[in-house]
């Protein structure tokens, strides 16, 4: 299976923004613009987080969606604010490939299946946000964007979803997010030990080295959003790096 190197986006209408640790959010530019520059870079993915997708009109969701679906050749994932399969439905039909439930799930976790029965299995992703409590020594399910804690801890989850038909899994650390300090390893590494799926893993992530510690985890495919706003790292550069490395990447765009 080909790794994947994935350009992450966080949305709040109609801007790109990025924040630390899912907090603090910073506008970046006009999203349309940045997805052509990831999609022209080789990107193998879109993930459109909306990161406020309660509070907020989607109405410029779907249009970004639309946009990017219908003038780039690349897969889109939607993250947030997807709580019923009616919002499932408008997603879908804006022309994402693949939805990524987080909070609805961690309510009713058969709504996961639910989606998939519908749509199949491949376009349903188990989007986690896991905080580290130094208290529990453990991971837990976070929703809304990283405010409230589910109370549900990781491997509970994670023992949950063997027994869903699903595409992949989305693990985003919270404690990483936007810090440019490296991927949480011990994370990655107790994820992938439960999860037969794909498994796609988000933060911290800021140089080449940080990126092949992370996918020497075994991990399927890894998202960049702070390092790419940036402009410090590339789709590019990070594919021909792994290349090097041996690991099968689709290449078409860099040769």
Excluded at 13 to 24: D, F, I, P, T, Y
Excluded at 123 to 145: D, G, H, M, P
Aim: proline share 3%.
């Amino acid at each position: 299976m080909l790794k994947r190197v994935i350009a992450r986006m966080d949305v709040k209408g109609e801007h790109l923004v990025k924040g630390l640790q899912l907090e603090g959010l910073r506008k970046i530019g006009d999203p349309l613009e940045f997805a052509e520059k990831y999609y022209l870079d080789g990107a193998d993915e879109v993930v459109i987080v909306d990161v406020v997708a309660s509070l907020y009109s989607r109405a410029n969701l779907y249009n970004i969606i639309s946009y990017i679906t219908s003038n780039l050749r690349i897969p889109v994932t939607v993250v947030g604010g997807i709580k019923n399969m009616d919002d499932a439905k408008k997603v879908f039909s804006s022309g994402a490939d693949k939805v990524g439930i987080n909070s609805a799930a961690t309510r009713n976790v058969e709504f996961l299946q639910q989606i998939a029965n519908l749509y199949g299995a491949q376009a349903v992703v188990s989007s986690i946000e896991a905080k580290y409590l130094q208290e529990k020594n453990e991971w837990y399910l976070f929703t809304e964007s990283g405010r409230n804690n589910s109370g549900i801890s990781l491997p509970v989850w994670l023992s949950k979803l063997q027994d869903l038909e699903i595409g992949e899994v989305l693990i985003t650390s919270v404690d990483r997010d936007g810090m440019k300090t490296g991927p949480d390893l011990n994370l990655i590494k107790k994820a992938r030990d439960m999860v037969p799926n794909p498994l796609l893993y988000s933060g911290g992530i800021s140089t080449l080295n940080q990126l092949e510690e992370a996918m020497l985890c075994d991990i399927d495919g890894v998202l960049l959003g702070s390092s790419l706003h940036y402009g410090i790292m590339t789709i590019q550069k990070s594919k021909r790096h792994l290349v090097g490395l041996g690991y099968p990447i689709r290449v078409t765009e860099l040769l």
